[in-house]
């Protein structure tokens, strides 16, 4: 028993004396943190104590580690460390990553090899951020500076510069750049490791477009790289709302180039003319970019939706139905059945685009159907059509069938508001609106059948609930009146008994 | 007179044979004779019992009728209610009424009781009829404030919710009394549950024990005879003159009623008196902006937003809680504070009391309905616009107050609403915070109190004397 407890006490000991020895501060790193500087004034901040207090034992034996190793040699370049507030896993990472520890203390390095914190591009080249590193997408899967440039981060000191890399104009001539990347990211059983859904044929798409044709075949460094729309350093996975990649700011990403007259300079379009710099201008005010970047629908297409993305490329005449139809694919369906169809084929016109645009795809109106000069039916109508009176009378079917249907869903709904508000069951009638809404939405939409009698087909239950709204607003006003005479008869009845009772005190207060 | 002993004739028919039985005959005679007292005040005022009475009993019916269709439950009680009013027949009808007969119930129970303050009928010995007159108008409260979440919709659901949290900074009992109050941590269908019990089954106890006890106090006692009078010089007599006078204006207040439920079947319109069912009750949505309390709520809603998060080492919701603790205190005491009237005389003082109360009570129920924070962009900026313009506003009331009181009634004690006008313009003409306004009004008054005291009697009280 004795024995037992001694045995116990001594385990208790040894196990507190473990605890207490992982726990003390190597006093280099100790010094370090209660380092002051000439005013007299702590260098680590309190904020950066704090979060340093809040590291496990074996995060503070790294720091310690590397404090001893001398790849961390000051109390500022501590405090840069700390100021990253990481989490500990990627702390790890970083503390296990010498290159990073050595290229973030400004006494030893040069700004074009520093990673700062700061953002400003004066101090430092914009790829240099170390916020920005250890977000990064490799740097987080444990793919370290060595997987790009060579090299054992985990060695004290030295480099052994990537083999792969061009000795000579490597910063003049970028092809290199998308061979090095798909060094790992074409190889399906490397990127298996890290992502298996992640594509693998980027190259072969790059090879294939004009920006490879550009790089590649031509030589021309104003062709993009992967790094000029994924980033050097700070590459994140294109679902991160920072990313450059990341479908709101894909406009931005690619208008940096698209968008630069300099930049595009002497490119052409397969016609010969010069390649345009509106797009993004004119994508900015399409019903598309404005639900992208003004209300953040990420349902919205950004540029790589039509185009592509590694193999970015204008959609020939015969595609943009097609690219059109991901997303819009009952017009796209009803289109393809229609007589329009034929014509637009005959006179090789892009389908969608002739009538609705490219980039600045405005909202639809119900104007484009009218007959009249100056709108979009009319206009085309009267110069390829000679004014066939059949088109002319279905154009104004279509026209006056939606006209109608969309005034009486207005004024019905502003009718349906005031009688809500006089305290009536307005439920029967905003049933009527929802059907009339629902069918106005699709007659639109049956607009590219072209065809009087499959219109006739959708709009039919609309023009039924128009009349049907009709019937109960009036309904609902004559309740509202009944209402009222029940209440003018009530305070005659009223009125009268008054009348009597005034009576009556008149005659027994005589 | 019919007294069989006396010789006199028995009362025949349906009369005789419940006099046989149950001797009402002394009951006749007592309302026979009792008379209703008739002074140098306007007559009016003797009529707003009757009529909170009125809209009390058209509660009960209308909230009768209402039950028959409500069924409380999550998933039922936003549906029953929807249901009757617009499926059953004249169900919005009943709920337009119910609705606004509470309110106009809340109106005609706060003029019945400032009428009572002013008039100082509170004085012995009517000190309980005042008592019990305070606690129906606690209890009304209780129904406005438990029969707003019976609807179950997401207006009513948040401001309970605001409502309750308030409970919260009682001190110790804080947390315990949201519990019991909630039924839980959050407002839930528990809360739903309590606040059924409580509309239909304890409140209505307690209001029908505590009117009954109101009811004879006034019959028992006869109503207050003016002040200085021992007995009415002339009197009305209660049966016929003034029990017909007041059938007459319960069928005008039942022609308005009737009026506004048709033609504004939920209400004006204005914050805290508008009862759209709207959409039903989301515990999982998020709390949206503008979220206010029913309009007699306002005054304490936002007094609470003038106090700042901590005051002499406590919350500051707790300190203004004990505020509002005091003053409800002081006017529930107040037959006993006002010694002058205690002693039957003139006590311009209390008469003041009322209308700065009614001046306080203003000032903060329009900076609750922000009026003037239309177009105005900062936060801070639309509040200092909102006290700003609320001050104007209650400054021009207090003017005409003052005109009226001055010339009409030849009141020469000022010292309260003064104070209260001062608050006023500190806080929002000069931009001072609400409490230091305060605390420098209340100082200068009770400096002026003290003078007032030590100079000798009130001009008043010399005319009185």
Redesign the interface.
């Known amino acids: 028993m004795t024995l037992n407890i001694a045995a116990v006490g001594f385990l208790a000991a040894a196990v507190l004396a473990a605890e207490q020895a992982t726990a003390t501060t190597d006093p280099k790193l100790a010094a370090m943190l209660e380092a002051k500087d000439k005013s007299g004034k702590t260098i680590i901040t309190q904020d950066e104590r704090t979060y340093f207090d809040s590291l496990n034992d074996h995060l503070k034996e790294l720091l310690s580690h590397a404090v001893q190793k001398d790849v961390i040699t000051r109390p500022e370049h501590l405090g840069i460390l700390l100021a990253l507030q990481l989490r500990p896993q990627k702390m790890e990472l970083l503390l296990q990553n010498n290159c990073v520890l050595c290229h973030s203390d400004s006494e030893v390095q040069t700004p074009e090899d520093l990673f700062s914190l700061a953002s400003n591009p004066q101090s430092s080249p914009a790829h240099m951020n170390l916020k920005d590193l250890v977000e990064d997408v490799h740097f987080r899967s444990g793919l370290s500076c060595a997987g790009c440039h060579g090299g054992d981060p985990t060695a004290d000191v030295g480099h052994e510069f990537v083999k792969e890399w061009p000795e000579k104009g490597r910063i003049k001539n970028r092809a290199w750049v998308v061979e090095f990347c798909a060094r790992c990211h074409s190889d399906p059983s490397f990127m298996r490791q890290f992502n298996a859904s992640l594509p693998t044929d980027q190259l072969a798409k790059f090879k294939d477009s004009p920006h490879g044709q550009v790089l590649l075949v031509k030589h021309d460094d104003r062709a993009p790289t992967c790094v000029s729309c994924h980033g050097v350093h700070g590459i994140r996975p294109a679902k991160d709302p920072q990313s450059k990649v990341f479908a709101p700011r894909v406009p931005a990403t690619c208008g940096a180039c698209h968008s630069n007259s300099a930049t595009m300079a002497g490119f052409t379009q397969p016609n010969g003319a010069p390649l345009p710099t509106n797009q993004l201008a004119e994508y900015r005010t399409s019903v598309h970019g404005r639900a992208l970047l003004e209300r953040g629908d990420l349902g919205a297409p950004a540029c790589n939706d039509c185009h592509g993305n590694h193999g970015p490329a204008p959609p020939g005449v015969a595609s943009v139905s097609h690219s059109c139809s991901l997303c819009h694919s009952s017009n796209a369906s009803l289109f393809e059945g229609s007589k329009h169809k034929q014509a637009f084929d005959q006179h090789n016109w892009p389908e969608c685009s002739k009538c609705h645009g490219n980039h600045a795809i405005a909202k639809t109106n119900d104007a484009m159907l009218a007959t009249k000069p100056g709108s979009l039916c009319g206009d085309c109508h009267r110069q390829y059509a000679k004014d066939d009176p059949k088109c002319i009378e279905t154009a104004n079917y279509f026209h006056q069938t939606i006209t109608k249907m969309y005034d009486a869903q207005k004024t019905f709904t502003a009718v349906a508001e005031k009688l809500a508000a006089k305290g009536l069951d307005t439920e029967p009638i905003d049933n009527q609106l929802t059907e009339l809404t629902d069918t106005l939405k699709k007659s639109r939409t049956y607009v590219h059948s072209f065809s009087h009698d499959t219109f006739q087909q959708a709009a039919q239950p609309g023009e039924e609930a128009v009349k049907q709204t009709g019937v109960l607003v009036k309904k609902a006003r004559e309740e509202y009146k009944y209402r009222q005479v029940g209440l003018a008869v009530s305070i005659a009845w009223i009125g009268l008994l008054m009348l009597a009772l005034y009576m009556k005190l008149r005659r027994l207060e005589k | 007179m019919n007294d069989p002993e006396k010789g006199g004739e028995q009362p025949r028919g349906l009369r005789g044979w419940l006099d046989r039985r149950y001797q009402l005959t002394p009951l006749f005679e007592f309302l026979q004779h009792k008379e209703v007292p008739l002074g140098s005040h306007w007559m009016g005022w003797y009529y707003l019992g009757g009529v909170t009475m009125f809209f009390f009993i058209v509660q009960v019916i209308t909230g009768a009728l209402l039950l028959m269709y409500y069924q409380p439950g999550e998933a039922t009680a936003y549906e029953s209610i929807h249901f009757l009013?617009?499926?059953v027949p004249f169900g919005?009808?009943i709920r337009?009424i119910h609705s606004w007969s509470a309110h106009l119930m809340i109106i005609a129970l706060l003029l019945h009781m400032f009428s009572t303050m002013m008039l100082k009928a509170y004085r012995p010995p009517r000190e309980v009829t005042w008592v019990s007159g305070y606690l129906l108008f606690l209890l009304t409260m209780g129904f406005g404030f438990s029969g707003y979440l019976l609807p179950w919709n997401k207006l009513a659901y948040f401001a309970t919710t605001v409502g309750t949290n308030i409970v919260r900074s009682i001190p110790l009992l804080g947390n315990w009394l949201l519990q019991v109050l909630r039924g839980g941590q959050d407002v839930s269908i528990n809360t739903l549950y309590r606040f059924f019990a409580a509309h239909v089954v304890l409140l209505p106890l307690a209001f029908v024990g505590v009117i009954v006890l109101h009811v004879i106090l006034i019959q028992r006692q006869g109503m207050a005879p003016p002040l200085g009078a021992k007995a009415a010089p002339r009197g009305m007599k209660f049966f016929?003159?003034f029990a017909?006078?007041d059938?007459?204006l319960w069928?005008?207040c039942?022609?308005v009623l009737?009026?506004l439920a048709?033609f504004l079947?939920?209400g004006p319109g204005i914050p805290g008196m508008d009862w759209e069912l709207g959409q039903k009750a989301d515990p999982f949505a998020p709390a949206y902006a503008g979220i206010k309390p029913e309009w007699y709520f306002l005054w304490e809603y936002q007094l609470l937003k003038e106090f700042p998060p901590h005051l002499f080492g406590l919350e500051g919701p707790q300190v203004c809680l004990f505020v509002i603790g005091i003053l409800f205190g002081i006017w529930a005491a107040i037959p006993w504070l006002d010694r002058r009237a205690y002693r039957d005389r003139w006590s311009p003082g209390f008469t003041d009391l009322a209308w700065a109360a009614l001046l306080f009570l203003t000032f903060l129920t329009l900076m609750g309905w922000d009026i003037g924070a239309g177009g105005a962009g900062e936060e801070l900026t639309a509040m200092h616009n909102v006290a700003r313009v609320c001050a104007w506003w209650t400054v021009a009331a207090a003017a005409v107050v003052v005109v009226v009181r001055y010339w009409r009634f030849q009141h020469r004690w000022f010292v309260l609403t003064g104070a209260v006008l001062l608050q006023v313009t500190l806080h929002g003409l000069m931009g001072l915070s609400y409490l230091v306004a305060a605390t420098i009004s209340l100082v200068l008054a009770a400096i002026a109190i003290a003078v007032s005291y030590f100079m000798g009697s009130t001009p008043e009280e010399r005319r009185s004397s």
């Open positions: 009013t617009t499926k919005w009808l337009s016929p003159s017909l006078r059938v007459l069928l005008a039942l022609m009737g009026t048709v079947p939920y």
